[in-house]
């Protein structure tokens, strides 16, 4: 594997990297179709493409609702697709004692946003010496952010990097402050545009969490814009059917147009304006 430095910044130059995938582990079948969908794609746009999905989701509106297909059989899905397709994965982890079988799976462990002031699931992460993606807490400022790092760089890990998926604006609906991806970098860190978590509408009276799936593009496409070292998307092949964010992910159609407008737009930002990405790294 890659160094994972390489993952931003490619041996002929900086590289977009993509990290997508169905919400949550469902079957071996859409897992696949997804990683080889995207693995397709990105190799021809030069991406450095990482699949994402969660074995697990313990943060759900109501009680009754999906959580997961079972831990270990969801890992076992996660380690085929990582073998099959040789590609990086990533997978989100809630409790410490979570931390150490995940990471025998994965090669990114990811904080949810609602989790990125747990101290000691931080420290977990960290110890670990597996990637670290922090999502930045919905209720949280940008500059916040470095002191979640900061937990994890205290265990000798530095190999961080920071997601923006948003803020709360009111009960029920969430805005994205794009000066955040420039804030968050100040602090040495590659930084990663959600544009699917961007878009929900959460803590809705209906009892699931809702979302614009049009703005989904717009959002990418800005955060490429704004100076993002990746895109961070959730993709899935039929979306309507899915137990877990329905209303945001992606189809395999859709993304593929948007995967070539973010070569685009990632290539001539490049041009303009080079030295302005990634200079910590």
Not at 62 to 75: M, P, V
Not at 209 to 227: D, H, I, M, N, S
Request: glycine letters at 8%.
């Amino acid at each position: 594997m890659k160094d994972w430095r390489q993952w931003f910044a490619g041996a002929e130059g900086r590289k977009l990297c993509i990290i997508a995938g169905p919400c949550v582990v469902e079957t071996y079948d859409i897992a696949a179709r997804v990683a080889e969908h995207l693995v397709s794609i990105c190799e021809r746009l030069e991406f450095f493409y990482i699949f994402k999905s969660s074995y697990r989701k313990a943060n759900r509106t109501r009680a009754s609702s999906f959580q997961g297909i079972g831990d270990e059989k969801a890992l076992k899905v996660l380690e085929q697709v990582r073998r099959a397709f040789g590609i990086p994965v990533l997978t989100d982890v809630h409790e410490t004692g979570e931390v150490p079988r995940a990471a025998e799976v994965v090669d990114v462990l990811q904080i949810p946003a609602f989790l990125a002031r747990q101290t000691a699931l931080l420290q977990a992460v960290g110890q670990t010496g597996k990637v670290v993606n922090i999502k930045k807490g919905q209720f949280m400022s940008a500059e916040a952010m470095r002191f979640a790092a900061e937990k994890v760089a205290l265990t000798g890990n530095r190999k961080i990097f920071l997601t923006e998926r948003g803020n709360f604006f009111g009960y029920e609906d969430l805005v994205v402050d794009f000066r955040n991806l420039y804030r968050m970098r100040e602090g040495g860190y590659p930084v990663v545009m959600d544009a699917t978590h961007a878009v929900q509408r959460p803590n809705s009276g209906a009892g699931v969490t809702l979302g614009e799936r049009r703005f989904v593009e717009l959002y990418a496409k800005l955060g490429v814009v704004a100076g993002a070292d990746g895109i961070f998307m959730e993709v899935h092949p039929n979306p309507e059917s899915s137990p877990s964010d329905a209303s945001t992910m992606l189809s395999l159609e859709e993304v593929k147009p948007l995967l070539d407008v973010l070569k685009w737009l990632y290539d001539v930002s490049q041009a303009v304006e080079p030295a302005s990405r990634g200079s910590s790294l």
